[in-house]
């Protein structure tokens, strides 16, 4: 346990947590009661903005800070047409780590977020990006490979770890994210030079997660070969891969793809309105699933590690067996 810690030390300080293990935010179900169950486990549970409107963000914000008096974030995607609204309700509640998802940050918002004394988390697909980022005011950094659930990008875990930590890690803190499924693999990336580390998947069957009864039997059945990447099926209409399982709701993505490069096509919309809908359809179709219970029209999206979800159990239980895990190895190097 000494080892593990002094591993996660920077992790935990920057977090500050008992563990640098952060619940990645999930759309829908990244609320008041996963996040703050996460926070009062010892980790860092992260508030899902996604696409909810100022009023809404403020109402969970407060809704978490109620039932956890642990430190949590608020993770916003760059795209949203009111991200200065929400950083500013962030500033509000003095949320003190705002997590920003969705590519480069618009002008502004890296110092609106920082102008309050908040720390700045960002995903990083890439080495060079890293570099930019920080030298525009990242506190910290989460590389996120291909094996995640949700939105991914094209490299795997390993190699982007191999690609940034040597590089980046001394100089920043880097959380590790994407199929991590047990403790050996947390072990792993902080010997590589991560501090921490950052989990969706796993924390989806968790007692406090408010995901329907049949998208966590889902999970349950589930083997890593069924959680795949959706297929851009027009090249003028470039969209990011979404891992899920493999539904119905797979197919139906192709024909909304086909419906929006139609509308390209006939200069009926713009590319970035394009890929907007693109995204609102992901959200609706998540939201069908995961809240409304349709596993087969709606997406279950869903990393690889989905086959090491076992059983349902409490939040404390999945972060102290993680945390036995990866002590367990690192003993017994
Ligand atoms: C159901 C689901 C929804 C997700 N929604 C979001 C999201 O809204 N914003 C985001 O930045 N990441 C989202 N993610 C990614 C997670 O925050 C996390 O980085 C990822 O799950 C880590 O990889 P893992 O699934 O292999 O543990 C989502 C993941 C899942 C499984």
New binding site residues.
Partial sequence: MIRLKELMARGTEFLGTEWAI?????????ERHLVSAISNAGGFG?I???AMSPELLDGEIAGTKALTQKPFGV?L?TMHPQLNELIDVCSKHEVTHV?L??GLPPGGAIERIKAHGAKLIV?TPALALAKKLMRSGADAL?I??M?????IGPVS?SVLCQEILPHVSEEIPVFV?????RGEAIAAYLEMGAVGV???????CSHECI?HPN?KKAFLRASARDAIPSVQIDPRLPVIPV??LKNREMENFAAKQREVAQKLDEGAIEMAEAQLQIEHYW?GA?RRA?IDGDVESG????????GMVKREEPVAEIIQELVEEAAHALGSR
């Fill in positions: 952060l619940g990645g935010a999930m759309s829908w179900i990244s992260v899902a903005c996604g993770n995607i997590v998802a969705g995903f989460v996120e490979g094996e995640a659930g949700g939105h875990t994210a994407g199929g991590i499924g950052q989990l969706g998947t796993r924390f989806v995901a998208f891992r899920a959200a998540l995961v997406s279950v999206m869903a990393g690889q590690s989905v």
